[in-house]
């Protein structure tokens, strides 16, 4: 029931004062009166009668008032009648059509060609259209990720939808139905139709409606299923492929691991086949037991860096074991229905691992009481997609005839003298590119190790026992905090007692990267040559700070090592689910953004696109594959392939379970008629609840008349 | 209303106008031993021709009527009615009840009793009748004996005059009329001015003797007209006058069954007159006290013939 008036509503408050008045009725006057034993008397005859008599007249005044100010309100009634929803006023339908790549699953019909989901369920959306009428609306949306309306919103142009529908096909993202019905129930906000449907035309896999969308759905939702519920389903899939580092201080071997389901009831041989640059390398077979996950290792060496493609696909001749022939592949095969997800694509940026030497001044036998400890506990640890580090630890004496060059960082642990000879070659070592990192020792350093220092030290600033100095202001904005954006650096707790004190030295071109809580420095850069050194004043190992078990010692150590040796911007080409969004990286000046599909078609993003952003959303993501990225910069004067931002996509893992997760609301082959009913209209009941309120009125008036009518005044005979 | 004992038949212009000229007629024979105007229970001497009746030994020969016994050659004696002086009490009823007014009258129920008692008590003494007077509630407010020589008249009027209502106070009605029959002695005349309402069984039973007896006994029953139709409209909180716990009420939706009630007290009180050969006479304050002593003289007057 809606009201055209509510405000009117708010005469129902007159039924406070209605029964206030009833309830504590007051005489209006006092008589002393004759006969007033006769009265008693009738009064006590009276009494039951009388109170009845107050109540009746009571209810009837509150329904009377009741009925006035409902109807001054103006309702109407929301009127329904049996006969489906095209049987009442004009319907806006939105038809989701499940694209998913679950929807390319082969339906075998006997006696007829064989068709797939989705090919069954744009027929259906078809006879939808074709049930509608002249006044109907309807818009069809695209349930797959993302969702997409392929109409020009609500419209009542039936054969043009038709139309569109017969260009359609499958897609390989995963569903998105809850964004599906949010995009439907935006468009059927706008609509003024009486009555409004969404229909979803699925294959009932996938993610099934979440219970808080449906909870908020606004509109009449039915589901129809587009495969018979009895067909058998075998599906065998690759649900993951990973490229793992097999070890060793070159990251050229790799080990590809495939993990691949059999969605069957048997247990199956499967023909597992990898290419990698679009040659076949290996194959090999894999038993898997029924519903249950099997794992393929390739080991495989590259013999080249940079970015390599390939893919893992699981062979035609698939088929259940036979009895005695243990790994022949058998008659029989499996009938997989669904054959979109027996391929998976990977990639892999294959580089060497970062050599970083650790000279450590300062060895002690006690482990926890070494800084070169606590410097390869940080730089071993090992970043899922990020280049191995591989650590080598040294002695001054030792480094002295160690050569330099093989190295891309030098950590000078606890050093407080270099030997003239070490000393050339650091400065060497670093002006042709290489990177220092120098941490305090215990005492002064000598003026040769100041010299590639990034300042003059002026003593050593001790503070007693109980006080101790926190670290201050850090520049996020530098390579090796940048990536942590507004979050915690986890250096704000560390408590330094010591540190160097520097000589302020303007004719230094020093930057300071981290401070304490005084504005001394803790950490400096300073570039020399085409090599860069960084200085911590501090010591690693716990003498003058706590900062090695201090939550931000292990990344800084490791991106401060990745930004010395010039490996910060590297990172192993993504792997997402086609349809989802990824993010591709702007530099200053980029010319030309160009993605690469699969299928060797161009997406371009200009100069307009590309300037002041720091980076570009790329939504088309829509077939498995590798995509290659490539830019125009402006000194290389031709297009550069941007290997970091390259990426695979590949079929969600969660389109080959092709079991029924969501129930069937409604069936399209059915009529309907009985099983819906549809919206007449809004009917209009004030002036019904006023022709109440007027009898109500009559029947008051009858029974106060009737007490009246007797009594009225005739004198006594 | 207290009056000046003068001023009681004054009250009203008119009304001892209206009334000089009636003769109040008593239809009962009265017993009495001073000639009046009111026929006696024995015959004498008088003017009033009564009966003939035949000759017996021992009748005085004077009245033996010779023209009777020339045209009939029987004897018949003449018998004469002998006027009877008439004792007449005025029971005035003094209970609360009879402050009652109302809105359509200009007397209460007391003041209309009193100068309709007054009234009549003027022509009875006028016709040399004794009148005495018996104010009464719970107990007796006034007590006059009944008199005939003419300076008792403005002693009445003085008595009735002077009474006043007791508020709150019952009427105890079988109390007065003991009183009264013991006043009376023989037979004589009764007014009783009262709304008589809850006379009780024993009042009953001594007016019915009263009248078994052979007085002549008249009930003037004084009531306003509301009391007659409850004219009061909305929520009216009643209180009583003779001490009744007050009720509230809606009278308009009372009235039908309150008349009804009424009306069945009102037939019950008319059955009991009727069967005590007693005269009720209603007397509703909204008409004048004159209207209700001729009409009560016309009916009277009626009754003889």
């Excluded at chain 1, 004719?507 to 420095?521: I, K, T």
């Excluded at chain 1, 007490?707 to 009225?712: A, D, F, I, Q, V």
Aim: proline share 5%; with cysteine.
């Amino acid at each position: 029931m809606s009201f055209a008036a509510p405000l009117m509503l708010l005469g129902l408050g007159l039924l406070g004062p209605l029964f206030w008045l009833h309830l504590k009725r007051r005489p209006t006057r006092t008589v002393a009166f004759p006969t007033l034993f006769i009265l008693q008397r009738v009064l006590k005859r009276q009494q039951k009668k009388s109170r009845v008599r107050e109540w009746v007249i009571l209810i009837i005044r509150a329904l009377l008032v009741v009925t006035f100010s409902v109807a001054l309100a103006r309702p109407a009634l929301t009127v329904w009648r049996p006969g489906g929803i095209r049987s009442g006023l004009p319907l806006s339908q939105v038809i989701l059509l499940d694209d998913s790549a679950s929807m390319q699953r082969r339906i075998p019909t006997p006696g007829q060609d064989e068709t797939t989901a989705f090919e069954r369920a744009r027929q259906m959306a078809i006879t939808e259209l074709g049930r509608l009428r002249p006044q109907d609306s309807v818009a069809v949306i695209l349930a797959g990720k993302p969702p997409r309306l392929i109409t020009d919103g609500l419209t009542t142009d039936k054969e043009q939808v038709s139309m569109r529908l017969y260009g359609l096909h499958a897609g390989y993202a995963a569903d998105a139905i809850d964004d599906a019905i949010y995009k439907a129930e935006h468009l059927l906000a706008k609509s003024s139709s009486a009555q409004k449907e969404i229909l979803l035309i699925t294959d009932l896999a996938g993610t099934p409606v979440h219970p808080e969308t449906m909870k908020q759905m606004q509109t009449v939702f039915r589901v129809v299923g587009v495969t018979p519920a009895t067909q058998k389903l075998e599906n065998i899939a690759i649900s993951d492929v990973a490229v793992l580092p097999a070890g060793g201080p070159e990251a050229r071997e790799v080990t590809i691991r495939a993990e691949i389901i059999n969605y069957s009831s048997s247990r199956q041989n499967v023909d597992v086949s990898l290419s990698l640059d679009g040659k076949p390398v290996a194959r090999g077979l894999l038993k898997v037991a029924p519903w249950q996950t099997g794992i393929k290792d390739f080991h495989h060496r590259f013999d080249e860096k940079g970015i390599h493609f390939g893919q893992v696909e699981v062979g035609a001749n698939v088929g259940p074991i036979q009895r005695g022939k243990r790994d022949a592949v058998g008659a029989a095969a499996v009938n997989d229905v669904f054959a979109v997800d027996n391929i998976r694509y990977l990639a892999t940026n294959v580089r060497r691992s970062i050599n970083v030497l650790v000279i450590n001044g300062d060895a002690r036998p006690g482990s926890y009481l070494d800084e070169a400890f606590y410097l390869q506990k940080a730089l071993e640890t090992p970043i899922p997609g990020e280049v191995p580090i591989h650590i080598q630890i040294m002695e001054p004496d030792m480094a002295r005839v160690t050569p330099l060059e093989s190295y891309d960082v030098i950590f000078l642990a606890g050093v407080t003298t270099l030997s003239s000879g070490l000393w050339e070659r650091l400065v060497r070592y670093v002006e042709e590119g290489g990177g220092l990192f120098v941490s305090a020792g215990k005492g002064k350093p000598d003026e040769n190790l100041q010299s590639v220092m990034p300042g003059e030290v002026d003593g050593i600033r001790k503070s007693d026992r109980r006080s101790h100095l926190k670290v201050g202001a850090v520049k996020l904005s530098h390579p090796i905090f940048h990536t942590l954006g507004e979050q915690s650096t986890g250096l704000e707790n560390v408590k330094i007692k010591n540190h160097l004190l520097l000589k302020p030295n303007p004719a230094v071109e020093r930057e300071v990267l981290v401070q304490l809580a005084d504005g001394l420095p803790l950490l400096l850069e300073r570039k020399i040559g085409k090599g860069t050194t960084l200085l911590l004043t501090t010591t690693i190992d716990r003498d003058w700070s706590d900062l090695p078990i201090r939550p931000g010692f292990l990344p800084l150590i490791q991106r401060s090592t990745r930004y010395l040796s010039r490996s910060l911007a590297f990172r192993e080409p993504r792997t997402i689910d086609v349809g989802k969004t990824v993010s591709l990286p702007v530099v200053e000046g980029m010319q030309k953004l160009i993605v690469l599909s699969p299928s060797k078609k161009r997406t371009v993003f200009s100069a307009n696109r590309l300037t002041g952003q720091a980076n570009i959303w790329f939504r088309q993501t829509n077939r498995p594959g590798p995509w290659r990225v490539f830019a125009e910069m402006p000194e290389s004067g031709g297009l550069t392939e941007l290997q970091s931002s390259a990426f695979v996509t590949n079929v969600a893992s969660s389109e080959s379970d092709l079991s029924r997760k969501m129930k069937e609301s409604g069936d399209l082959s059915r009529d309907d008629r009985d099983r819906y009913t549809a919206l007449e209209g809004k009917l209009p009941v004030w002036s019904h609840l006023l022709m109440v309120a007027l009898f109500l009125l009559f029947v008051e008036t009858i029974l106060v008349g009737m007490g009246l009518r007797k009594s009225h005044r005739k004198p006594i005979e | 209303m207290t009056q000046d004992p003068g001023t009681l038949l004054d009250v009203e212009p008119g009304t001892y106008d209206a009334i000089s000229h009636l003769k109040i007629q008593v239809v009962a024979a009265i017993e009495g031993f001073l000639g009046g105007a009111h026929r006696s229970l024995h015959l004498g001497p008088s003017v009033e021709f009564s009966e003939h009746n035949r000759y017996s030994p021992g009748d005085d020969i004077r009245n033996i009527d010779w023209k009777a016994l020339a045209r009939t050659d029987r004897y018949f004696v003449k018998a004469h009615e002998r006027d009877a002086q008439l004792t007449c009490l005025m029971l005035l009823d003094c209970s609360g009840s009879m402050a009652y007014q109302g809105s359509r009258t200009r007397f209460t129920k007391f003041d209309f009793a009193k100068i309709l008692l007054g009234a009549l008590s003027h022509l009875l003494v006028k016709q040399g009748d004794s009148v005495g007077v018996l104010g009464f509630a719970e107990e007796l407010t006034v007590m006059l004996p009944p008199r005939s020589h003419p300076g008792h008249l403005p002693v009445v009027l003085e008595r009735l005059a002077s009474a006043s209502v007791r508020a709150n106070s019952q009427t105890r009605f079988a109390h007065v009329l003991k009183h009264a029959q013991a006043r009376l002695g023989q037979r004589g005349m009764l007014v009783l001015a009262s709304d008589m309402w809850q006379l009780d069984n024993e009042a009953e039973i001594i007016l019915k003797g009263l009248a078994h007896k052979g007085h002549d006994i008249t009930i003037f029953q004084v009531h306003s007209p509301d009391e007659l139709d409850l004219p009061f409209d909305q929520t009216v909180a009643f209180k009583g006058l003779e001490r009744e716990t007050g009720v509230v009420a809606e009278p308009a939706l009372l009235r039908h069954e309150y008349m009804n009630a009424l009306k069945a007290e009102q037939a019950r009180l008319s059955l009991l007159t009727r069967e005590a050969k007693v005269d009720l006479v209603g007397a509703g304050t909204a008409k004048q006290p004159y209207e209700v002593l001729v009409e009560f003289a016309t009916r009277r007057s009626r009754s003889r013939k």
